[in-house]
């Protein structure tokens, strides 16, 4: 099985950069994806990282330490559109695409 | 064009009726996927289709049925629906083990009442 971890909230000021962190434990790993959930809507696709290091999507980044079972998202310059949740997922080796989703980060952006 | 579209968007109905909610994805994928998100925010695998083909099946009640008539649909029927069914349910597809995870559709909140 996989346990996702994750904080629950994390409040940042506009302009600011905020770190999610996001802790696994997995029985087989083959990728860690990233989603943002505004309020009422679907979750759609941020990053994917199946090797070690970062990834950079401009205002985004996520990086992944397999070793360390450890991933994190980081968002600059912080906008108050960004004010969401953010959901890790793991997806394992014995799956068809299976992902486990960690309970999610909201994020709030103050002015 | 929606991508993933589900319907309804939203269902309130009473305990013990029996309702469906349908799922239909025009992005040429072969896997598709429902998910339960309950008051938490926690999204839980349900089911999962690849090519008509049910490939996952998670500890689910079995009131709880999937279709699939062809691989571009996946529906949910719920038999004697509980208080604790409440939940927004996402149908999400991909292709195969995809890179980029899956496209969800804008979920079905579903209200026992």
């Known amino acids: 099985g996989q346990n996702i971890d994750q904080p629950t909230e994390m409040t940042a000021t506009e302009g600011a950069i905020v770190q999610i962190n996001c802790t696994y434990q997995?029985?087989?790993?083959?990728?860690l994806f990233w989603y943002q959930q505004h309020a009422g809507e679907a979750p759609t696709f941020l990053s994917y990282?199946?090797?070690?290091g970062l990834e950079e999507k401009g205002r985004f980044s996520s990086f992944l330490s397999r070793s360390k079972g450890y991933s994190y998202l980081l968002l600059k310059e912080l906008q108050m559109k960004d004010s969401a949740s953010y959901l890790c997922a793991v997806r394992g080796k014995d799956s068809w695409g299976k992902l486990q989703f960690g309970a999610g980060t909201q994020v709030v952006v103050t002015p | 064009d929606t991508a993933v579209s589900q319907t309804p968007k939203y269902l309130v109905t009473q305990m013990g009726n029996d309702k469906s909610i349908k799922c239909e994805q025009n992005l040429g994928h072969d896997t598709m996927y429902w998910y339960k998100q309950d008051s938490k925010k926690f999204l839980k695998i349900m089911f999962s289709?690849?090519?008509?083909?049910?490939?996952i099946n998670e500890t689910v009640p079995n009131r709880f049925s999937p279709k699939s008539p062809d691989k571009a649909h996946l529906n949910l029927h719920i038999n004697s629906l509980e208080l604790g069914d409440s939940a927004v349910y996402f149908c999400?597809?991909?292709?195969?083990?995809?890179?980029?995870?899956?496209?969800f559709g804008s979920g079905t909140r579903l209200t026992v009442v």
């Open positions: 997995t029985s087989g790993f083959n990728g």
């Open positions: 990282n199946v090797l070690d």
């Open positions: 289709y690849n090519n008509k083909e049910l490939i």
């Open positions: 999400a597809s991909s292709q195969g083990s995809t890179l980029y995870g899956y496209t």
